[in-house]
């Protein structure tokens, strides 16, 4: 279970948001929606302290932590328990896709390098990109390289997955791919946070989304009431400009 | 006018190859030593050490802004005046002292920005999935700093190689040194100048082939 309560973040004078409350069980998948900089994703990056919090406490399965004392064990406990899918891959460069997969397993799980290897190869295969293995990140195209990064979220054996936007990088052509593997992780379960302009995703697998605006949660709801009846003005304003852009595609 | 002497510079070249070892010796140490220095150097200008940040642009600062010939003669002929158990400082280890602490804040400045060019976002990656800021230095960021600061850092290995024939106004017999004094009996010194310009070229060249392999292997991770 993920809990979040009354979290705040202030960059100087220049609050982003403050008393965000939110929580997902076991299997659950939210897709936080909303104009631009809303502060959707330094939410989401709050959430494993790549942003530290100035306010609220976090839960992430039976860790419990108090963001404004933190010590440096609760935050790497954390981060162990969350894992991140970046906007723009972010894979390591000097490592094979193998290798970025097996990375965290074997700094941080201490795990033998050959179980790590072989558990690596497993996780290749259900991204599809078993024949990938032993490729550079620069020798690979955006929606492969997104993949790769699915899959090194995939290895931490995480409570949740936090994606930060990961097809608004893309060209065209690769966003399917990545949503489909997204896709097939709801089916298989994994608990997920997502960010994303994709409202056809949202809509598909979301078991919940969240609208944010100017750093406040307006309202949360399954897909098909929040897309059909949303309660809040500001809800209907802003899917009444982005639906029809995108229905149209 | 006279025509070149073949014979004499055929004679001279194995007398000065016995000098050769502790040419490179001397450079092999300096750059030793400078890395280690100038590594730490790099760490202290990137993370900000309170008070040693300050204390490292002073020491780059000056180690760049003065001739190294100035500097050698400052630690082998006016440190030992000051500090008194400087007094037996040998030539080599002074000269070895003077390579190390000029050639340091050179190298600390490509090292220091090797480190900043890794992209911002693959350190956040591995604090992503749990690293710590050690394991993120050792394993992600210095392999490839050391990528990117390696052709730069061979460029100063091979400088430090032919500034060690300053080596030679501190007294010491090493490659020039010996040359010199070759010169001095024979009177023969375009022959005996020339001999030892080339034995410094061709060294230098051997050691561009080597950077040009070290940089392909180094760099294969990086090809489309």
């Known amino acids: ?249 | 006018m006279h025509g070149l002497d073949l014979d004499y510079m055929a004679a001279l070249v194995p007398i000065l190859l016995r000098y050769l070892p502790l040419t490179l010796e001397m450079a092999a140490a300096g750059m030793l030593c400078a890395l280690v220095l100038a590594c730490l150097l790099a760490v202290i200008r990137v993370t900000r050490v309170p008070g040693l940040n300050a204390f490292a642009l002073l020491f780059i600062s000056f180690f760049r802004g003065t001739p190294l010939l100035v500097q050698l003669f400052l630690f082998y002929y006016g440190l030992p005046q000051v500090l008194t158990f400087l007094v037996s400082i040998n030539g080599i280890t002074a000269t070895i002292l003077g390579l190390t602490l000029h050639f340091s804040a050179y190298m600390a400045e490509s090292i220091r920005a090797a480190i900043v060019g890794i992209d911002r976002s693959q350190t956040e990656a591995a604090l992503s999935i749990g690293m710590t800021q050690s394991q993120l230095m050792r394993r992600i960021v210095l392999p490839q700093a050391t990528r990117v600061a390696t052709p730069t850092l061979m460029n100063y290995f091979i400088d430090m190689i032919k500034s060690t024939s300053l080596a030679f106004t501190l007294g010491v017999t090493e490659m020039m040194g010996a040359t010199q004094k070759e010169a001095a009996s024979s009177f023969l010194y375009f022959e005996a100048f020339l001999v030892v310009a080339v034995i410094y070229w061709i060294v230098v060249e051997a050691l561009s082939w080597l950077q040009k392999w070290l940089e392909n292997r180094l760099n294969r991770a990086y090809q489309r």
């Open chain 1, 1 to 249: 279970m993920i809990e979040l309560k009354g979290i705040g973040k202030r960059f100087g004078a220049h609050s982003v948001f403050e008393g965000i409350d939110l929580s997902l069980e076991r299997g659950e998948i939210i897709v936080i929606v909303g104009p631009s900089g809303t502060g959707k994703s330094t939410l989401l990056r709050c959430i494993n302290f790549l942003e530290t919090p100035d306010a609220g406490s976090l839960t992430v399965g039976d860790l419990t932590v108090d963001t404004t004392r933190a010590t440096r064990e609760q935050i790497l406990a954390l981060r162990r328990r969350t894992a991140f899918v970046f906007q723009n891959y972010a894979l390591f460069a000097n490592k094979t896709a193998l290798e970025n997969i097996a990375e965290g397993m074997i700094v941080v799980d201490h795990m033998p390098k050959r179980e790590a290897h072989s558990r690596a190869r497993e996780i290749l295969e259900r991204i599809g990109l078993a024949d990938k293995a032993d490729a550079y990140p620069a020798s690979l195209s955006g929606g492969q390289q997104q993949r790769v990064g699915i899959g090194r979220a995939m290895a931490a054996n995480a409570e949740v997955i936090l994606f930060d936007e990961p097809t608004s990088a893309l060209d065209p052509q690769w966003v399917e791919e990545v949503l489909g593997l997204m896709k097939q992780l709801a089916a298989e379960h994994q608990t997920m946070i997502v960010v994303t302009h994709e409202m056809q995703f949202a809509r598909e697998v979301a078991d919940r989304v969240v609208y944010m605006d100017q750093g406040r949660i307006i309202e949360q709801a399954p897909p098909s009431e929040l897309f059909t009846a949303p309660k809040d003005e500001r809800t209907r304003q802003f899917l009444r400009k982005i639906l029809p852009a995108q229905e149209g595609v």
